[in-house]
């Protein structure tokens, strides 16, 4: 997506320095645009937690010029979605990236630690543009402008106000008010293990999810391999906290795996300072963009992790976001409603489709299951994710046009 030449240099105010939040001050500074991120971390560090970057993240990564410094760390998968029998370990389904996925779709898919990623983006984004302790506490806008107030009781203004502050936005709560969220009964737990006390099938390359009855559980290596990322599923139970920072028993984790696969036992036996928390469930909004003012990545469309998208989406609406706003520099409000039109329905689809999942990935072993297993192994699945894999904000134009 190039610069517009008849755009403006417009004056933008990101609330939330996270990873859609810092791809999008990337790609506005790149289009020439003045930019000021309020983050209200008083510094950038992002918690132990691994993600996945499919081609559709790789190749806007590429584009905005952090690949190199992304690559230095991350792992590039050589098996993705590598979907495995709870009881003996059976694969009932796999993508061969290693061969195939730069051919389909000409970028490779990779898995990373957050922080790594956090911090490719950020060395793109210049010091002074990014102000960390700052939290959004007050918003407000007229047709001039926006005007935010921090904590401090200081006041910034801007042309428009990007609301990047995710799951627990400010934004969107000014915007839509405060619609809480409900539980999902579901749980998560993370932890890293350091690879010399993981066992050898958890060192390989590849994204790997065993899943069974209520429960599923993914790893792969992260950090150059110097790490396995786990990360399990399982009922909430009265369990409520959405603190990523929680930590919780090792015992309490094994427990939850129990019977599974001896291999998989000993993987959770080596995890470290395991946390936990509650999955929490919010419908999809029907409208992110009011006035000079739009919500961006999860503070937009927060989804469950199991299409492993989440990031990856914010950095979609990242480049589409600056996209739109260099194209109608002259009118801020008709290029943040063409942001919103331009990257709703996919959001939404996925936000749908990861929704789906939880009740699929966790069938009790019986004929609902056995139907499951079969579709699973039915087809292509590396083609099956086109959908997800093809996508290019620099095409999404021309296409939603003629659709």
């Given at each position: 997506m190039s610069h517009h030449e008849n755009s403006r240099p417009i004056r933008v105010a990101i609330a939330g320095g996270g990873i859609g939040g810092l791809s999008a001050a990337v790609f506005l500074l790149q289009q020439g645009h003045d930019v000021m991120v309020f983050e209200?971390?008083?510094?950038?560090?992002?918690?132990?937690?691994?993600l996945v970057m499919a081609p559709n993240a790789v190749r806007l990564l590429r584009r905005m010029g952090a690949l190199d410094r992304f690559t230095s760390t991350a792992v590039q998968l050589e098996q993705g979605w590598e979907f495995r029998r709870w009881e003996d370990g059976t694969v009932l389904s796999v993508e061969d990236l290693g061969a195939r996925c730069q051919e389909l779709y000409g970028e490779q898919t990779y898995v990373s630690h957050r922080a790594d990623l956090l911090e490719a983006i950020r060395s793109l984004v210049p010091a002074d543009r990014l102000r960390l302790g700052s939290r959004v506490a007050a918003?407000?806008?007229?047709?001039?402008?926006?005007?935010?107030?921090?904590?401090?009781?200081?006041?910034?203004?801007?042309?428009v106000l990007i609301g990047a502050d995710g799951v627990h936005s400010v934004v969107r709560q000014h915007l839509v008010g405060a619609a809480p969220a409900e539980y999902s009964g579901m749980s998560a737990f993370r932890s890293l293990v350091p690879a010399e006390k993981a066992p050898e099938f958890a060192r390989r390359p590849s994204q790997t999810l065993w899943i069974g009855p209520d429960h599923h559980l993914v790893h792969y290596p992260v950090s150059s391999g110097k790490y396995i990322n786990l990360v399990a599923f399982a009922p909430a139970g009265d369990y409520t906290r959405e603190s990523w920072t929680a930590t919780v028993d090792l015992d309490e984790f094994q427990a939850e795996f129990r019977g599974w696969d001896p291999r998989l036992q000993e993987l959770i036996a080596q995890a470290e300072r395991p946390g936990r928390w509650a999955l929490l469930d919010?419908?999809?909004?029907?409208?992110?963009?009011?006035?000079?003012?739009?919500?961006m990545g999860d503070a937009a469309h927060p989804m469950f992790p199991f299409f492993a998208q989440g990031a990856a989406q914010s950095i979609e609406d990242a480049a589409v976001l600056a996209d739109s706003i260099s194209r109608h520099a002259e009118d801020l409000e008709t290029a943040l409603v063409e942001y919103q039109d331009r990257r709703i329905e996919r959001a939404t689809q996925l936000q749908v489709a990861s929704h789906a999942r939880k009740d699929i990935n966790h069938l009790p072993d019986g004929p609902a299951q056995q139907a499951r297993d079969a579709e699973l192994a039915d087809g292509d699945p590396l083609v099956k994710?086109?959908?997800?894999?093809?996508?290019?904000?620099?095409?999404?134009?021309e296409t939603s046009v003629t659709a």
């Open positions: 209200q971390a008083p510094e950038l560090t992002e918690v132990g937690a691994g918003v407000a806008q007229d047709e001039n402008g926006v005007s935010l107030t921090l904590d401090d009781g200081t006041t910034h203004t801007a042309e919010r419908a999809p909004l029907k409208q992110w963009s009011y006035g000079r003012i739009t919500l994710a086109s959908w997800i894999y093809s996508y290019d904000p620099a095409n999404d134009l």
